[in-house]
């Protein structure tokens, strides 16, 4: 790597947004800042800030971590997602993940694994060499635990995907340093809260304007809550999710609409978002959203059309909740987000008769960009909306109602909805659940709020979901390349 013009990018801040390496042919790479908020007048520079640097451009990046593979292993599976697109184009994939038809050769699971391992190696990288420096300065603690808030971001997505995953905290040498047995999801769990509780108090509140999509203590804050609901330890995940509501740094955006355009970008309501570009010196592409944006022809050439939405969700929305003009999108209408005259062609001609609004790129934006393929909106992974939402499910077990239905009526009232009749435990626990069906619809949360509820079973059943299904088989390419020291997952 040029020491110098990294410097230069640095100093000069030419690239607004960002986080990211683009890799020319001789493999000299740079890592590009994502932005931020301030923190004051400057910025520690910690002493491995450009493999820090490295491990966000590997969330964007790695195969199964935040791109189409992520869409069929995350969004699919939910009873309010379809695979859409054509009837025939991955006809297949539909099967496995709309129908529970899970195979431990599938790509896109096979994906999911090696891409959230290898950020973990990378991860173990730094933190290895960082503390056997004896570097102890602010910057490179700092680093350290933004090493480890990203490897336990990535070990919560194993171990909600596969179950039991192997922990490995050593630097990868050679191939047979990553051959290591299944932990107990018990123990992966401690884990995670080790590396989140290590980096909590070491990162910032809020980074500098030219740093925005660096962790923060939010970030380790709202994940620790949610591993906590998972666990059912309403206290702790209360505690936690207090610690950010608390923290004055987030509140939702006016608007709904807003929050899934590029607008939306590491606003106020942002705490991790997978940071992308598509503005300079590069345009990067992601085919996150391009895979599921509206398939059609001429102006409505915008994606592949797949991760649309179901008649149930369609059908599970309130009269006059604004989330859903813009979270379904109508082939022949209504107006697209309301803005007269914008229509969707009907279906036929359009394949499908709803499409996913979050993934929709606005006109002005394609114009902007010669391209009606959505690259330039972050992903969306953690929301402050499901911080209020956590805290209400949390306050509510614990009896605490008053509490949980204050957050409830924050998220609805954002929707244009009045606040809720829901008074008593019971009724408290329905709300909680259709709120985030309907906030988090098209997103990431529903089939795991499902299984986490014991509701998989019973909504899920009538598309084959039985109790295996929960996880995914652990990858035959995984199991071969241990040399049988990976065991299967039950009933597979």
């Known amino acids: 790597m040029n020491v110098k013009i990294f410097k230069q990018i640095l100093l000069t801040g030419v690239f607004s947004a960002a986080a990211f390496s683009f890799q020319s042919c001789n493999d000299d790479w740079l890592d590009l800042k994502p932005e ?27 195969s199964g971590v935040s791109d189409f593979s992520y869409v069929w292993t995350h969004c699919i599976r939910a009873d309010d997602n379809d695979k859409g697109s054509t009837a025939s184009d991955g ?18 699971i096979k994906n999911g694994w090696n891409g959230h391992y290898k950020i973990i190696y990378e991860a173990n990288e730094l933190i290895n060499v960082a503390e056997a420096s004896g570097d102890t300065s602010a910057g490179t603690l700092i680093n350290i635990a933004e090493a480890k ?15 039991e995953v192997p922990i490995n905290l050593k630097t990868i040498d050679v191939p047979a340093d990553e051959v290591v047995p299944k932990n107990t999801v018990a123990e992966v769990d401690a884990q995670i809260i080790k590396d989140l509780t290590e980096a909590k108090d070491v990162l910032p509140a809020q980074w500098a304007s030219a740093y925005l999509g660096r962790a923060t203590q939010g ?18 995940a209360l505690s936690f999710a207090q610690a950010v509501i608390n923290s004055g740094i987030y509140s939702l955006n006016p608007s709904y609409d807003i929050e899934f355009t590029k607008d939306g970008n590491n606003s106020k309501e942002s705490i991790l978002e997978v940071q992308k570009t598509y503005d300079y010196p590069v345009k990067y592409t992601n085919n996150f959203y391009e895979s599921q944006g509206v398939r059609g022809s001429g102006i409505w050439d915008l994606g592949w059309g797949f991760n649309v939405p179901s008649e149930g969700l369609v059908a599970a929305y309130e009269p006059g909740d604004l989330r859903k003009k813009t979270t379904i999108l109508m082939s022949g209408g209504p107006d697209i987000y309301g803005t007269p005259g914008l229509v969707l062609p009907d279906s036929p001609p359009l394949a499908q ?12 934006e394609r114009t902007q960009y010669a391209t009606g393929k959505n690259y330039w909106e972050n992903i969306k992974i953690l929301r402050y909306a499901d911080v209020l939402l956590m805290a209400a499910e949390a306050a509510n077990e614990l009896g605490q109602n008053g509490v949980a239905k204050g957050y409830i009526d924050q998220v609805r009232n954002r929707a244009g909805l009045s606040n809720t009749t829901a008074a008593d435990q019971i009724s408290l626990r329905n709300a909680v659940k259709q709120e985030r069906r309907v906030e988090f619809a098209m997103e990431f949360e529903r089939f795991y709020d499902l299984v986490r509820w014991g509701d998989a079973n ?3 059943a009538p598309f084959g979901y039985s109790d295996k299904n929960k996880y995914f088989p652990i990858p035959q390419d995984a199991i071969d390349r241990s040399q049988g020291v990976l065991i299967q997952n039950p009933n597979y």
């Not at 931020?36 to 969330?59: K, N, W």
Request: glycine share 10%.
């Open 458 to 460: 019973t909504v899920l």
């Open 91 to 108: 006809a297949t994939d539909g099967n496995v993940f709309n129908n529970f038809a899970y195979s431990a050769t599938n790509g896109h």
């Open 149 to 163: 808030v990203i490897r336990a971001f990535c070990y919560f997505e194993l171990r909600r995907d596969y179950g």
């Open 219 to 236: 970030w380790a804050n709202t994940l620790m809550a949610k591993l906590y609901l998972y666990q059912k330890d309403y206290v702790k």
């Open 36 to 62: 931020g908020r301030p923190v004051g007048d400057e910025v520690t520079i910690g002493g491995f800030e450009a493999q820090a640097f490295g491990l966000y451009s590997s969330l964007r990046t790695e």
């Open 353 to 364: 008769k709803y499409w996913n609004g979050k993934a929709y790129t606005r006109p002005a």
